[in-house]
């Protein structure tokens, strides 16, 4: 990295942030990172054997990626994670795009979450939402997104920790309530083996949510410089963390399944409706009772904001390691005077993400196609970096074999090939998965113009970026040797 941290003229940067994460704080960020509340309903409409997927991938993909993540992260703990591991195996321009990708995913991804908020909200509370109401709350959620993210991070982290400990409360209360529902009523699905089998069926398009749903690990690394022991507290967050996100996923699946049947579980509002069922089924229809399923939704409602606010806090921390290194313009690397955050990056993220929110909600009839169209996108251009960043294990044990390596993935040589080549095949099948599997009901055509239209335009823009800070940066330096020259004479 660049030894000059930020430019000349801002006097600023983010090594100048406190050390505010320790062991405690950064497993629930990487909780409230990973474990995604908006995802769960759409894994269980795969039905029972959804349960096998998450454990099947757990051991094959998941438990390698955190291992990858681990002696990563422990090894280069700088600010900008992903980033700082791609630049140094690949290159700045594959650490660029790398950034650029894991930055933009999020302005992506940020709409198709808030729409899970209006579909949730509307049916809790309101009864019904008309489409305008709808994207008008997505757009002020986004920019309260993006406020929240320039504040300081020692105020801003408190959204992820609070999060994460409202997505455990209500995804192992939504399993507790299943159970309940389940000695009571009996279970609303059939659990007998045969539907544990995988099976290739018409749910698969919903398959790639799973693997999907284990990314993030590296969003602490992200954060480096903010981390008080980085080389001894990544990889035991990862440990940590990891059972935890497992084991609520694995509940939380099987509390819908419990008491909705699959043909009846919708993706937007699946959590909420088996809460729904679970409390009036189990708990009773009293005043008492609704006002606890209120407060539960609020939680439920406030997990997606929490959520969102702490990818766009990883991604525009990689993002703006970019505009410091001067390999992407500078803007992306202004840090504000007063809270020490990228604000511009913040700000460019808002633009981005209200513009496709209006564009799919013109696009789109139904909620259901807004979320999936949005979320599939944001998905493609998420897993293009993880492409890069789990070589980048092999490649940078062979470029700096004598970097300390205070945690290594188990089994040597042979792991570091095992694990990379596990990930990377499950992060290829699934980028492979969501360009094939449209989900039913959803324009095949608007679906594709959008997901490939968006990940070329999206890597055409990268590459932009890119070469337009390097002819900058480049004029610059010329400019500067003219100086000193002049000078000189």
């Not at 729409?115 to 709808?134: E, I, N, P, Q, Y």
């Not at 507290?233 to 399944?257: E, R």
């Not at 599939?376 to 470029?399: C, D, G, N, Q, T």
Request: aromatic letters at 16%.
């Amino acid at each position: 990295m660049s030894t000059e941290v930020a430019p000349a003229t801002q006097g600023h940067s983010l090594a100048d942030q406190p050390k505010v994460f320790g062991l405690f704080s950064m497993v629930l960020f990487s909780v409230s990172a990973v474990l995604v509340a908006d995802t769960v309903a759409t894994s269980a409409a795969i039905g029972v054997q959804g349960i096998t997927f998450w454990i099947a991938l757990a051991v094959l993909f998941f438990l390698p990626y955190g291992f990858v993540t681990a002696e990563l992260g422990s090894a280069w703990p700088d600010e900008g994670g992903i980033y700082v591991w791609v630049r140094e195996a690949f290159g700045p321009f594959w650490g660029t795009m790398t950034a650029w990708f894991y930055w933009v995913n999020v302005a992506y991804w940020a709409p198709s979450v808030f729409v899970l908020f209006a579909g949730t909200l509307a049916t809790v509370f309101w009864g019904s939402m008309s489409r305008f109401s709808a994207a008008i709350v997505v757009l002020v959620l986004i920019w309260v997104m993006v406020g929240i993210g320039v504040l300081p991070l020692w105020l801003g982290k408190w959204i992820p920790n609070l999060s994460a400990a409202l997505k455990l409360i209500v995804l192992v209360g939504l399993g507790a309530i299943g159970v309940a529902f389940a000695f009571k009523h009996g279970l609303a699905n059939s659990f007998a083996l045969s539907q544990w089998k995988p099976t290739w069926g018409a749910n698969y398009s919903f398959l790639p949510i799973i693997i999907y749903s284990f990314m993030g690990f590296e969003l602490m690394s992200s954060a480096g410089g903010a981390i008080k022991n980085p080389k001894r507290d990544i990889p035991k967050m990862v440990i940590f963390a990891g059972g935890v996100i497992l084991f609520v996923y694995v509940f939380a699946t099987f509390g819908i399944l419990s008491s909705v049947k699959v043909a009846n579980i919708n993706i937007v509002t699946g959590i909420a409706d088996a809460l729904k069922i679970s409390f009036d089924k189990v708990l009773g229809t009293s005043g008492t009772v609704k006002v606890f399923y209120d407060v539960v939704i609020v939680g439920l409602l406030f997990t997606f904001i929490g959520n969102m606010v702490t990818w766009s806090i990883g991604s525009n921390q990689s993002m703006a390691a970019t505009g410091l290194d001067k390999t992407a313009p500078g803007v992306f690397g202004h840090v504000n005077a007063r809270f020490h955050t990228p604000d511009y990056a913040f700000l460019l993220m808002g633009v981005i993400a209200s513009v496709l929110t209006i564009v799919n909600y013109a696009l789109f009839s139904s909620n259901q196609s807004v979320f999936w169209t949005i979320f599939a996108l944001s998905s493609i251009v998420l897993l293009f970096p993880y492409l890069l960043m789990f070589p980048a294990l092999l490649v940078l044990r062979r470029k700096e074999p004598d970097k300390p390596r205070p945690y290594r993935v188990p089994w040597g040589t042979f792991g570091a090939w095992l694990w990379t080549i596990l990930c990377e095949t499950g992060i290829v099948f699934t980028i492979v998965l969501f360009f094939y599997a449209v989900p039913e009901g959803t324009p095949k055509v608007t679906y594709w113009a959008i997901t490939g239209g968006g990940t070329i335009v999206s890597f055409i823009v990268g590459w932009w970026l890119y070469r337009h800070a390097r002819r900058t940066s480049s004029g610059a330096g010329a400019d500067a040797h003219v100086i000193d020259s002049e000078t000189a004479r």
